[in-house]
């Protein structure tokens, strides 16, 4: 079953994703050469307590940490180490969520450490990104969540990959429903799968957290002996971007991002909703 939210749920969902919002903020400030991912947990928990927020990754199926710290060729799910040192050169995906009053945000962003990225890896990243704006766009009443997925999977498929050959959109993982809970149906493809049909029609009140992961190669990954840390089965680095969003009586509302999501929404002629908390 599909949570739908009331306008007032809908507010307190998006004060918990201005919280996730400042730990973005926080730790790609601290995503430097040298810095561990640890380092990067650290400052993730003290803008946590500095907003009388929870995380809702720590303890969640024994997740021992409180964001998720994905570098190069890991796609998902990193724990972070103190034995993991950035370096000049990676990419990192942190993804974080957060619980307010029992509301949950959840989003993540690949960041560069250091400089002298090679060009694939940048435009890997802005693929990325553009194609979860461009399944924010297709939030739209009316529409169903195989729109969503067509959106996503179209934009990537429609970009040149340097050097040629595709893009790899990871196949074992994708996007979710989110509100009381931080994973709630419906589950979200990142491509579209005809065995599964349309999926559910988006209405008002339809709250899910859009995240594409695609990689420089294979779509499949593997899990390491850790449980939890994914890599890409052939070594090709990934980037992972994400936002929860909300659909309201007037348009689409990006609960994580500090502006609503409007000016990349503008970007694809969407007018982002008016943000509840102003």
């Known amino acids: ?60 199926g024994g997740f021992p940490a409180t964001i998720c710290t994905s570098a190069n060729d890991v796609v998902v799910h990193g724990i972070p180490s103190d034995e993991v040192v950035l370096k000049d050169g990676d990419i990192i995906s942190i993804d974080c969520g957060a619980i307010v009053d029992g509301w949950h945000g959840d989003a993540a962003y690949t960041a560069f450490v250091g400089s002298g990225h090679a ?17 924010i766009a297709a939030m739209k009443p009316g529409n169903r969540l195989v729109d969503v997925s067509r959106a996503i999977e179209t934009y990537i498929r429609r970009q040149p990959k340097p050097g040629g050959g595709r893009y790899g959109i990871i196949e074992d993982y994708g996007g979710h429903g989110i509100g ?16 599964r049909g349309k999926g559910p029609k988006l209405v008002p009140g339809f709250c899910l957290a859009i995240e594409p992961m695609v990689s420089l190669g294979t779509p499949r990954t593997e899990v390491l002996e850790d449980d939890w840390t994914v890599i890409t089965t052939d070594g090709t680095w990934s980037s992972h971007w994400e936002h929860s969003v909300a659909l309201t009586e007037e348009g689409p509302l990006v609960l994580t991002a500090p502006d609503g999501g409007r000016a990349k929404l503008a970007e694809h002629g969407v007018v982002a909703a008016p943000d509840p908390l102003g």
């Open 180 to 195: 009381t809970e931080m994973h709630m149906d419906p589950h979200l493809l990142n491509y579209v799968d005809r065995r």
């Open 1 to 60: 079953m599909v949570q739908i939210k009331s306008p007032e749920q809908i507010a307190k969902m998006r004060a918990a994703g201005l919280v996730v919002a400042a730990i973005h903020a926080a730790t790609r400030e601290a995503a430097v050469p040298g810095a561990t991912t640890k380092d990067l947990d650290e400052v993730a928990r003290k803008v946590l307590a500095e907003h009388g927020a929870k995380s809702n990754f720590l303890g969640y």
């Open 119 to 135: 060009p694939e890896l940048i435009e890997l990243s802005r693929v990325t990104e553009e194609s979860m704006w461009a399944g």
